[in-house]
């Protein structure tokens, strides 16, 4: 079994290998002591319906975390309990939801959405029983204030809300961000912050200072809690103080008559940071959105390690690297790949656009530079997306000058060969990036029918001789994989005896 799940892992690139660049989504490089904890029996063994005096530790970690988000965000209380970021933007918006319910204006059902937005954006919308309205962007990628307030115009008496990512999905802090939520709630609607992007705001700005009145945040990217996979995932949610009441709540079993019993408890008369009128853990009237009290409890211990150790001055040194890492990665392809968004400085947030679509015209898809990547021992950054045809990096503040240099120069490398296949020195099918990964197994092989070498194609930079990562599986349509689907079992007669 053990050489098994070995081998398993060796097909995997994982960040023990090389930064995984993918953009909105990138994981940091954990360090190990954040993770100790989750294999305590202490933590990990803890029933989440476990008597209250047998996890009063557990509720301490819950609480100092509660205060520190509150402390970084900027809110009047946290809610731990989604177990997902788009479980977060759910919670957040039934907390909207129930907030205009309660003052009678149940029937704002608006919801401003940029077309920058997550995609989760509207899809959470859709499941809170909002209607989407989109909002269109500038060419900039900024959102465009001139139609935000045609469209809360429009819908001033059904205005609900309007989700915004900041800094924004196209990599770039918005100037006006402060106008955009003035404008929201100057037509009654409340503002959503999709906080995918907190790992440029850490210790540099709060949403609740600058208009937010909620915000989720993925524990998985900027306070370290591993995803992907399927894997537990947490993303709570901070709110002003008056959505502080429509939280999910604190809920326990009563062991005598083994149903859910709702209660303020001790932890619901604590005051909330900042203020002292409203709980520091809401009053649960939109809903529970979990099916445990604190979620995916027994690893926010991972998070309460990588903030204890941080500080709040190594929080603000994080942001500040993350985002100085993005703009020397943009500076650097810039010249090769046109960096598609800047702010008004020439500068970019936390991660960076680069656009290949001029590439078009000579046969080569972004969809060819991303598995070439894998042959310099890369994971390609995020394709695509939110512009077809574009990678979306995001280095994080984990990697060294060195490892982006190393992404860097394997960048400018395919470039100088998709040059080649444009002029012509290279064929327009059977080239370098058109096959590309190439394995060990068509390496090794008798028959070698490329147009290029062996050691073109799997020795392209200096360090593949060194340590060299093989990808397991050679070129695949991924378009054909994924709308022609086929089983792998064994057939049903296997099973007959």
């Known amino acids: ?55 009063t530790g557990y509720k301490k970690i819950c609480e100092q975390l509660e205060d520190w988000l509150a402390e970084i965000t900027g809110f009047a209380a946290i809610s731990l309990q989604p177990n997902a970021g788009s479980q977060g933007e759910f919670a957040g918006l039934l907390a909207i939801r129930e907030y205009h319910a309660s003052r009678g204006e149940a029937h704002r059902n608006a919801c401003l959405i940029p077309t920058s937005a997550h995609g989760t954006n509207p899809a959470s919308a859709v499941m809170a029983g909002f209607k989407v309205v989109s909002v ?18 429009q819908h001033a008496d059904d205005l609900a809300a309007l989700m915004v990512t900041y800094p924004s999905t196209h990599g770039v802090f918005e100037p006006t961000i402060r106008e955009i939520c003035d404008i929201v709630h100057a037509h009654g609607g409340q503002v959503f912050m999709d906080g995918a992007n907190m790992n440029a705001q850490c210790g540099l700005c709060r949403p609740g200072d600058y208009g937010a009145d909620v915000c989720h945040l993925n524990l998985h990217k900027t306070f370290c809690i591993p995803h992907g996979g399927g894997g537990p995932g947490v993303g709570p949610i901070g709110v002003a103080k008056h959505l502080a009441p429509y939280l999910p709540r604190e809920f326990i079993l009563d062991p005598t008559t083994g149903k859910i019993v709702f209660g303020e ?63 020397y990665i943009a500076k650097r392809l810039d010249p090769y790949f046109p960096v598609l968004f800047k702010g008004k ?90 096959n590309a990964p190439h394995t060990a197994r068509q390496i090794g092989s008798d028959k070698w029918d490329r147009a290029y070498s062996r050691e073109q194609a799997a020795f392209p930079a200096p360090w593949t001789r060194e340590h060299k990562f093989w990808p397991a599986v050679a070129r695949i349509d991924n378009v054909y994989g994924d709308r022609n689907l086929f089983c792998s079992c064994p057939p049903g007669e296997e099973f007959e005896s």
């Open 1 to 55: 079994m053990l050489r098994y799940l070995k081998k398993l892992e060796s097909r995997d690139l994982s960040l023990t290998t090389s930064m995984i660049p993918l953009g909105s989504c990138t994981m940091k490089l954990n360090s190990t002591a954040e993770m100790f904890p989750i294999s305590w029996p202490e933590i990990s063994k803890l029933h989440p319906f476990a008597p209250a005096e047998q996890a």
């Open 136 to 153: 269109a962007c500038l060419k900039d990628g900024d959102i465009d204030l001139a139609d935000l307030r045609a469209k809360a115009d």
């Open 265 to 327: 408890g001790e932890r619901g008369k604590r005051p909330p940071h900042g203020n002292g009128s409203a709980p520091r853990h809401g009053g649960g009237k939109g809903g529970n959105v979990a099916a445990a009290p604190y979620g995916s409890a027994s690893i926010l211990t991972i998070t309460w390690m990588y903030i204890q150790m941080m500080g709040a001055d190594g929080l603000k040194r994080a942001s500040e690297i993350a985002i100085l890492n993005a703009n």
């Open 345 to 434: 400085h020439g500068l970019v947030a936390h991660e960076c656009i680069i656009d290949l679509r001029q590439w078009k015209s000579a046969g080569i898809e972004v969809e060819d530079v991303a598995k070439r990547l894998m042959d310099y021992g890369f994971h390609a950054p995020t394709v695509s997306w939110p512009v077809a045809g574009t990678m979306m990096i995001e280095p994080t503040e984990s990697e060294p000058k060195h490892e982006l240099d190393r992404f860097c120069d394997a960048m400018i490398s395919i470039h100088a060969e998709m040059k080649a296949i444009a002029n012509g020195k290279q064929d327009r099918q059977n080239n370098l990036l058109k």
